[in-house]
């Protein structure tokens, strides 16, 4: 079965301090995958996918694929880095079906 | 580019009414996704469709459906809503093979 975990429903860091959100994966076959973070009364978007090995807002994520993981990584968080994160899996080739994990909330505090 | 847009954006309707949900995704894009964002079971995906055809659906009961016009809009239609049908429903889209989704704002549907 293709399913995404986030184990963390809420991570609670102060300013400056390093972040890891984590994600593991469940998936036969090549896997790709992404993060999304939705702040506060804005859209789900893009913040990156594996594939493309960028690094945004200073977040990066590396593919793991012996533990299956894809955790979302930042050495010094901000403030405004405060959201809902979700790591999702992107289905077999040839579809838009992304596999959604249930997302964490990532508060940052002064 | 605009953005993918959703209309309306809030909507209030009783139980056992119909509901249809439009999408306009960005210019180009051929594919449209739909997602439903609850608090308890978080996004899960509906359907997709691509070139006006169903390419995928999700485990939903056939009371959603939608479709794709030429132009690549879409729209969503749920029927006999129910309470559990309150939720943030969502579009993507995207253009073509494994391309990145672009999300719209969404549209807030309240069940009473």
């Known amino acids: 079965a293709q399913r995404v975990t986030q184990p963390e429903k809420l991570l609670s860091v102060f300013k400056g301090a390093p972040v890891e959100l984590k994600c593991n994966y469940s998936y036969s076959g090549s896997p790709e995958l992404f993060w999304y973070v939705q702040y506060s009364r804005q859209r789900l978007q893009l913040l990156l996918r594996?594939?493309s090995r960028e690094s945004i807002k200073g977040f990066t994520a590396d593919l793991n694929k012996g533990e299956t993981s894809f955790h979302l990584k930042k050495p010094f968080a901000q403030e405004e880095d405060s959201a809902m994160y979700y790591c999702?899996?992107?289905?077999?080739?040839?579809?838009?079906?992304?596999?959604f994990g249930q997302g964490t909330t990532l508060q940052v505090k002064p | 580019k605009a953005g993918v847009t959703q209309t309306p954006r809030y909507l209030i309707k009783t139980r056992g009414q119909q509901v249809t949900l439009s999408c306009s995704p960005i210019?180009?894009?051929?594919?449209v996704s739909w997602y439903q964002q609850t608090p308890g079971q978080g996004l899960q995906f509906l359907f997709e469709y691509f070139s006006e055809t169903q390419r995928n659906k999700g485990n939903f009961p056939g009371r959603f459906s939608g479709r794709q016009f030429s132009n690549s809009r879409s729209e969503m239609n749920v029927s006999t809503l129910e309470l559990g049908d309150s939720a943030l429903y969502l579009c993507?889209?995207?253009?073509?093979?494994?391309?990145?989704?672009?999300f719209g704002p969404g549209t807030r549907l309240l069940v009473l």
């Open positions: 993507a889209s995207r253009g073509q093979g494994r391309e990145t989704q672009y």
């Open positions: 999702a899996l992107l289905g077999s080739s040839n579809t838009g079906k992304l596999i």
């Open positions: 594996h594939i």
């Open positions: 210019s180009g894009h051929r594919s």
